[in-house]
């Protein structure tokens, strides 16, 4: 059962917007619950204690010592947030990065966390492949796009330089450092996902690293582990990974995945790179990671596009229509 958080501002528009907002949410463990009058929300608190509280600036505080609320946090008018006992978020920005501040104030007791999350496993399709330049990340932020719009899909970027904040034109304050982070700590729930998240062309996704050396400390099967946890939680129907270099030990990672997708390219180096990888497997006995392989031969993209509008051109052009008709193609009987 979902918990209630409660959204307490003398804007009533603002207040409804943003419940509306967070309920969309599926990965958010919350009912969100409007409220502009602070009797219904008193009468409402004793029935049903709240777990966490959004008030605005304007709120008087004496007003809410008959309010029930586990946690509360502050929606600030103004970026230059003064932090005291009670935390705060600037409310006028974008609903995503509010949501995502409030669950990183959001502290949960570890009483109330279940050890396992009743959910079904996602399915976790990973992009991999040892030839350098073959259209890897355009093919998975097309292909998460498309999938997003019928599932619930969750990309991870594992490569050291991604380009993603320009592709996005998103500056992030948060990374799947800081998801690691957590999880090395000990702190990781199913929750702590919204505390990084973004979203583009309605595909979930969590920044990659902010700098390649977290990458280099990282270990495939810690990695495989969180990832795997995510899977079990069954807030996603699919986890989407595009894995970078497996030198670091991602073999776990391929373990984890239902499906392998591998761009290639039709030249001799490229083929000698591909066969090299195949040997690995084969000797170091992992050769059923083989049968999870699907070789794909991307589209050629053509003319340079402009930063700004690459992923929407990947999106409708020669790459959107490949990927539509991959998936076209496993609807059909064809194994994912």
């Given at each position: ?16 917007r ?21 009797s ?32 509360i ?29 409030v ?58 330089y ?15 450092s ?70 670091r ?19 001799c ?68």
């Amino acid at each position: 059962m979902k918990r209630i958080m409660g959204v307490y501002d003398v804007d009533p528009f603002y207040a409804d917007r943003f419940a509306e907002f967070a309920n969309q949410k599926e990965q958010i463990p919350f009912t969100a619950i409007a409220f502009t009058n602070i009797s219904k929300l008193q009468s409402y608190s004793q029935k049903q204690p709240l777990e966490l509280l959004l008030v605005g600036d304007d709120i008087d505080r004496t007003q809410l010592v008959e309010v029930k609320a586990e946690q509360i946090v502050q929606l600030s008018e103004s970026r230059e947030i003064i932090r005291g006992e009670i935390p705060a978020v600037y409310k006028y920005q974008a609903s995503d990065a509010v949501l995502r501040e409030v669950m990183a104030c959001y502290r949960v007791n570890p009483e109330k966390v279940p050890l396992t999350t009743v959910g079904t496993k996602s399915t976790v399709i990973g992009v991999y492949s040892p030839i350098n330049r073959c259209g890897k990340t355009g093919f998975c932020m097309t292909l998460g796009q498309i999938l997003a719009r019928e599932s619930r899909v969750l990309f991870f970027n594992l490569e050291e330089y991604s380009g993603m904040s320009r592709l996005t034109n998103t500056e992030y304050t948060t990374s799947l450092s800081d998801l690691i982070y957590e999880y090395r700590q000990g702190g990781y729930t199913h929750m702590s996902i919204g505390t990084v998240l973004h979203n583009w062309g309605g595909l979930d996704y969590v920044p990659p690293v902010a700098y390649a050396e977290d990458l280099v400390e990282l270990k495939g099967d810690e990695l495989a582990e969180l990832i795997a946890r995510i899977a079990v939680d069954g807030i996603y129907e699919m986890v989407l990974i595009d894995i970078g270099n497996l030198g670091r030990g991602m073999e776990p990672l391929l373990e984890l995945c239902n499906v392998i997708y591998t761009p290639i390219k039709e030249d001799c180096v490229s083929a000698a790179k591909l066969e090299a990888w195949q040997n690995y497997l084969d000797e170091s006995g992992r050769n059923h990671l083989w049968e999870k392989v699907r070789l794909l031969k991307l589209p050629r993209l053509g003319a340079v596009w402009q930063t700004e509008t690459y992923l929407e051109q990947l999106l409708w052009g020669n790459m959107g229509d490949f990927v539509r008709n991959l998936l076209k193609g496993q609807k059909g009987g064809d194994k994912m």
